[in-house]
Nanobody, 125 residues
Framework: QLQLVESGGGLVQPGGSRKLSCAASGFTLENYATAWFRQAPGKEREAISCISSLGTEINYVDSVKGRFTGSRDNSKNTVYLQMNSLKPEDTGVYYC??????????????????WGQGTQVTVSS
């Protein structure tokens, strides 16, 4: 059974940091590009970062560029999102998603066919 499980969410103060993890089971993650999506309250889910299957290409949307860093450890079948300088507008449910193949995109939902259940990140004082 193919599964993605996010962890690391929680409450963090503005300006703080948080690291999210997404562990894959039931498939070999190195054959898949992955992405992180965010769904803010009352808004649509949007891609914010993606990483190619071998980690050679990482893309970000402008709103997180310079603050968030995506990475992956294929030996652990896990991808990560390091979030720094967090802002209240970063609040939302964060999802990881996977697409079979080497390439990733932050353009819409691309070919991401596998999804985790999401983890809540709340940035508030």
């Amino acid at each position: 059974q193919l599964q993605l499980v996010e962890s690391g969410g929680g409450l963090v103060q503005p300006g703080g940091s948080r690291k999210l993890s997404c562990a894959a089971s039931g498939f070999t993650l190195e054959n898949y590009a992955t992405a992180w999506f965010r769904q803010a309250p009352g808004k649509e889910r949007e891609a914010i970062s993606c990483i190619s299957s071998l980690g050679t290409e990482i893309n970000y949307v402008d709103s997180v560029k310079g603050r968030f860093t995506g990475s992956r450890d294929n030996s652990k079948n896990t991808v990560y999102l390091q979030m720094n300088s967090l802002k209240p507008e970063d609040t939302g449910v964060y999802y990881c998603a996977a697409s079979r193949g080497p390439y990733c995109s932050v353009d819409g939902f691309y070919n991401y066919g596998y999804w985790g259940q999401g983890t809540q990140v709340t940035v508030s004082s």
